[in-house]
Structure formats: C-alpha cells, structure tokens
T-cell receptor, first 115, second 112 residues
Framework: GAGVSQSPSNKVTEKGKDVELRCDPI?????LYWYRQSLGQGLEFLIY????????KSGLPSDRFSAERTGGSVSTLTIQRTQQEDSAVYLC?????????????FGPGTRLTVL | GENVEQHPSTLSVQEGDSAVIKCTYS??????FPWYKQELGKRPQLIID?????GEKKDQRIAVTLNKTAKHFSLHITETQPEDSAVYFC???????????FGAGTRLAVHP
C-alpha cells in the first residue's frame, strides 16, 4: 500500500514568510510524528499526534511552530515568520498507534530553505 | 529527558568485515529499541528492532543485542557490503507515549 507522503518535497522561502508543510500518513495509522533534521544531524522530535490530539508538543522549538491534524489523517506543520535557522529537512512519520506496534514509518521529507 | 548516545560517530570497514554500533540510553523505562538506516538523501528506514523481553534478535546479516541492566543495545552487521554504507540511528522509545529519541547517528562506510 501507499506509504507516508509529504508535500512539497522542497520549499524555498524568504525570511519572515510563513510556510505550511503537509503530511499524509499511512491509511489507518492513528499516530503521527513530526521531526526536524538539520544537515548532517540526527532527528529532532517536534510533536506527536494520537488521532487529532497532540499529547506531546514538547519538541516545538518556539511559538512560531504549530501543527494540526484533522480527521485523524492529514497533518499540517506551520512555521510563522521563518528564520534562517529553520532551514532543515522536516520529516513526518506514522505508526499504527498501539503500544505493541511502535514501528514508525517515515515520509520522504520536505527540505525547507529559508533565504 | 532521555539521553541517547551512539558510538562510534563514524566507522570505516572493508567489505566483508563486521561492524558494531553501540547505543546507550538513560531511561530505564524504555522498552522498545529500533535501529534505522538512512542513506544519503533518503528517508530513515527501520532495519531491525527489539523489545525489552528479548536479549537478541537476528535478521540475516543484521542482529541487535540488548543489555537492559547496563542500558545499552548494539547493532551488528556481518559480511558488510558497500550498500550497507549509510548513517545508522538508534532510537529507543522514550518515557510515555510512542516518542522515539534518536541518537546522533553513526556514519558507516564500507570500502570495496
């Protein structure tokens, strides 16, 4: 079946502009995660959704970052007033959401460049 | 929060040799221990995982061993091939929910 998809694959924006990144999880997966990966670095957790609620937002770096999920499926990560340090690859992952099936499946990522 | 460390940060081996990467974690409540492989420009992909009630798991040339007492688990790759060259991340499951805490990664280079 279809895997996790993300759009756009690349986004170039100017400092101060807002951007929206989209994630389509695997059908039926109730858990959805956003991570950020800077060049040559590991993955930094941003936020976790279970259904439409976000029980863990602890990784969001500032109040310029927000995310929502509607209908228990698609999620949007919004970055307001982008800064150059926001440049990174933003990865989305989904998992079935039960405690015995922890495997996370990643999307291809959105490469964000803030000029 | 959970502290996760991987060693070594880079590893260079000859084709056919074995490679071992170690991951140490701090949260004694962690109960799920995956390893992800990320090739250049690609997404991370799960290659093997282990749960806390098991000490070792093998899948062809790949194995993971877990020492819960010492709070570390290791990735073992035997008979390495050039296509094993990638960055490998450990990502033990942190306290609460399903959050994975990723290590900084180990860059493995397999030379023909």
């Amino acid at each position: 079946g279809a895997g996790v998809s993300q759009s756009p694959s690349n986004k170039v924006t100017e400092k101060g502009k807002d951007v929206e990144l989209r994630c389509d999880p695997i059908s039926g997966h109730t858990a959805l995660y956003w991570y950020r990966q800077s060049l040559g670095q590991g993955l930094e957790f941003l936020i976790y959704f279970q259904g439409n609620s976000a029980p863990d937002k602890s990784g969001l770096p500032s109040d310029r970052f927000s995310a929502e999920r509607t209908g228990g499926s698609v999620s949007t990560l919004t970055i307001q007033r982008t800064q150059q340090e926001d440049s990174a690859v933003y990865l989305c992952a989904s998992s079935p959401g039960t405690t015995t099936t922890d495997t996370q499946y990643f999307g291809p990522g959105t490469r964000l460049t803030v000029l | 929060g959970e502290n996760v460390e991987q060693h070594p940060s880079t590893l260079s081996v000859q084709e056919g040799d074995s490679a071992v990467i170690k991951c140490t974690y701090s949260d004694s409540a962690s109960n799920y221990f995956p390893w992800y492989k990320q090739e250049l420009g690609k997404r991370p992909q799960l290659i093997i995982d282990i749960r806390s009630n098991v000490g070792e798991k093998k899948d062809q040339r790949i194995a993971v061993t877990l020492n819960k007492t010492a709070k570390h688990f290791s990735l073992h790759i035997t008979e390495t091939q050039p296509e094993d060259s990638a960055v490998y991340f450990c990502a033990p499951k942190g306290r609460g929910y399903n959050k994975l805490i990723f290590g900084a990664g180990t860059r493995l280079a397999v030379h023909p």
